[in-house]
Nanobody
Framework: QVQLVEAGGGLVQPGGSLRLSCAAS????????MAWYRQVPGKQREWIAG???????TYTVFVQGRFTISRNNDKNTLYLQMDSLKSTDTAVYYC????????WGQGTQVTVSS
C-alpha cells in the first residue's frame, strides 16, 4: 500500500508563503484523485483542495485564489503552494490519496503568526 510523507510545514508570518509536498512511496500516475486536508485541535479534518489525474483542480472557498494544488507524477509528489497566508490557516495539513482505498500522510504543522 502506498505510503505518503508530507514536508514543508513551519512557522510563517501573515501574508507569507509556504510550499507543502507529499512524497508517495509508489507511482502515483495510477492514482486518480489526491487532495489536501487540514485540521485544527477540537475540529473535524476539512478538505481544502483536490486534483485528479487530468490535472483538474478544486478548492474550498476559504483558500480559493491563495492556494494552488499540483502534482508531478514523474516525481510521485503532490504539492500545495500556499500564498497570502492568514492566521486562520494555522493547522496540521494532511495529504490524501484515493488508491482506491483512502491513504493519509502523517501531517505537517503550519503555523501562521507574527
Amino acid at each position: 500500500q502506498v505510503q505518503l510523507v508530507e514536508a514543508g510545514g513551519g512557522l510563517v508570518q501573515p501574508g507569507g508563503s509556504l510550499r507543502l509536498s507529499c512524497a508517495a512511496s509508489e507511482n502515483i500516475s495510477s492514482i486518480n484523485y489526491m487532495a489536501w486536508y487540514r485540521q485544527v485541535p477540537g475540529k473535524q479534518r476539512e478538505w481544502i483542495a483536490g486534483i485528479n489525474n487530468r490535472g483538474d483542480t478544486t478548492y474550498t472557498v476559504f483558500v480559493q485564489g491563495r492556494f494552488t494544488i499540483s502534482r508531478n507524477n514523474d516525481k510521485n509528489t503532490l504539492y500545495l503552494q500556499m500564498d497570502s497566508l492568514k492566521s486562520t490557516d494555522t493547522a496540521v495539513y494532511y495529504c490524501y490519496a484515493l488508491t482506491p482505498a483512502a491513504r493519509w500522510g502523517q501531517g505537517t504543522q503550519v503555523t501562521v503568526s507574527s
